[in-house]
């Protein structure tokens, strides 16, 4: 054990005073730009067209720059942003030289636009950005109004958990249009938001590719975001959403009835607390599993809407899977992020008295570094609590580049670590590089993505035995390089 923390000491100094140098190159930040939060008396109608006058008076945003290269996008892009009292309303007006090459095949909603032209609105109501990263909520909309959204931290699949918005969207002469209203309810609000952070994007398939975005402009800081305020909002209230159920089963396998019900609070700290009493996942539509043979489990999602909801704040899949918690009787949990914290607490009792604790906190301690600490336990199995202790750094250098730096200590009956070293940026076609270095060995990464429709990955991983398994070979001591390369068609999506 000692021997164990002097050599994550002394690695993780030698990781500090590489940050430090790195530091001296970082980029100066950029001015923010602003957008003016106007009110408006009369929401616009979600209809696809744009006559309505809130958009007269809505701010507009123009200017879509390309984002693999340091220039306007040769498409360009018009956004008008306006609210009320309970919705944001923002319209798309997406010009296109040749209409008739506008592309729009998919019309389930929450189906993938990969091959679709389509916009992309992304929130963060706690207004605080953060290099490579934050907390966004993502609304998209493709040209046949098809809607698609993410919510931080996972949500479930039914909408009435989810919440709905409205968007409209249509195909004219001179490109496509959309609209979209989208209620505050559906975020998790800080107690007195006074402005939200925003930033647009647009995406062309291929073979015309084109990536834009608004206000993020190459070579400048990523994550780089839009200021939308100030709001004037009134006091929000924090109603308790029901789901009851109660099921009936005739049959030889099994008989009689069932009743359970399912409780969801968005609290007015921006935090999300949701309980379940003996819920039925029979109905849940489940991942369709493959049947071809591997040596370990798979690691499917969760897709039950106890688990899903916030499933991002939870400790990672290596610490707590929670597809193995079977039969629930009662399960609880809070989630969110409060200023710089952001915190995850569940508990649940399973059949045969057996417990499951996980948790996760974590801290951002500036806009580029964090630290995190998570626990996972489920009681009666024979295996031992896990913990997990980490911190996290993105620091931005010159010509787009960024720095990503960190490590974390495990121990669940048995200790490991690593610590980790990369370097990425947000404009394809750029090589990647990471290397991790832990009780398992060396690993390091290099990935080139090229910016067109043809996705060529090519990968060098090396790999050092550690002094267990170097004892089993008769070598005394083994280095394995192996390389893998890829090349196939792909599709990147708007959101990087």
């Given amino acids: 054990m000692r021997r164990l ?29 602003r957008i003016p939060a106007i009110k408006v008396n009369s929401p616009p109608q979600i209809d696809g067209d ?32 306006c609210y009320d009292d309970t919705a944001i309303y923002i319209a798309f007006l997406c010009f296109d030289s040749q209409p008739s090459l506008i592309r729009a095949q998919q019309r389930k909603r929450g189906g993938s636009f990969q091959n679709d032209d389509f916009i992309s609105v992304n929130i963060d109501p706690l207004n605080r950005p953060i290099i490579a990263g934050g907390i966004f909520y993502t609304f998209s909309v493709n040209p046949i109004g098809t809607q698609n959204e993410w919510v931080p931290g996972g949500a479930a699949q039914k909408i009435e958990w989810r919440g709905d918005w409205k968007a409209k969207a249509k195909i004219t002469e001179m490109g496509w249009q959309a609209e979209m209203a989208i209620p505050f309810r559906i975020f998790r609000l800080p107690r007195k938001p006074t402005a939200f952070a925003l930033w647009f994007s647009r995406t062309i398939p291929p073979p015309r590719l ?20 100030p709001l004037d909002l009134p006091k929000l209230r924090s109603p308790i959403f029901f789901m009851p159920y109660t099921s009936l089963s005739v049959g030889d396998d099994e008989k009689g009835s069932r009743m359970g019900l ?103 301690l500036d806009k580029q570094w964090s630290v ?51 370097r990425f940026s947000n ?10 270095t832990g009780k398992l060995g060396i690993t390091a990464l290099l990935l080139d993505l090229s910016p067109r429709s043809i996705l060529r990955s090519s990968s060098a991983i090396l790999t050092t035995l550690t002094d267990t398994t170097r004892e089993k070979c008769s070598s005394g001591g083994v280095l394995l390089l192996s390389t893998v390369g890829v090349l196939g068609e792909g599709k990147r999506k708007g959101n990087y």
């Fill in 5 to 33: 923390l002097f050599i994550v000491g002394w690695l993780s100094l030698c990781l500090l005073t590489v940050a430090s140098a790195l530091e001296n190159q970082q980029v100066a930040p950029q001015e923010r730009p």
């Fill in 427 to 436: 404009t394809p076609g750029r090589l990647h590089f990471f290397l991790t």
């Fill in 262 to 364: 399912d409780l969801k609070q968005y609290l007015p700290n921006g935090l999300q607390w949701q309980t379940t009493f003996n819920p039925d996942f029979r109905n849940i539509e489940d991942v369709v599993e493959t049947i071809d043979f591997t040596y370990i489990p798979r690691l499917l999602p969760d897709r039950r809407p106890f688990f899903s909801e916030g499933q991002g704040y939870f400790p990672p899949f290596f610490m707590f899977h929670s597809r193995l918690v079977k039969d629930v009787l009662v399960g609880t949990k809070l989630f969110g992020r409060v200023g710089r914290t952001s915190v995850g607490a569940m508990s649940v009792i399973e059949t045969h008295s057996r417990l499951t604790f996980a948790s996760r906190f974590s801290y951002n």
């Fill in 50 to 81: 744009l006559s309505d006058e809130a958009w007269q008076n809505a701010a507009k945003v123009t200017g879509f720059w390309r984002i693999d290269r340091d220039q306007l996008a040769e498409e360009q892009t018009e956004v008008w942003v």
């Fill in 210 to 229: 084109e990536d834009s975005t608004f206000p993020y402009r190459r070579g400048e800081a990523v994550a780089n975001t839009a200021e939308w305020g």
């Fill in 372 to 422: 995190e600490g998570s626990y996972a336990h489920r009681t009666k199995t024979g295996k031992f609590p896990v913990y997990r202790l980490a911190f996290h750094g993105n620091l931005p250098s010159k010509k787009d580049w960024i720095w990503n730096l960190g490590g974390d200590l495990v121990y669940g009956g048995a200790d490991t670590w690593s610590l980790y070293f990369g």
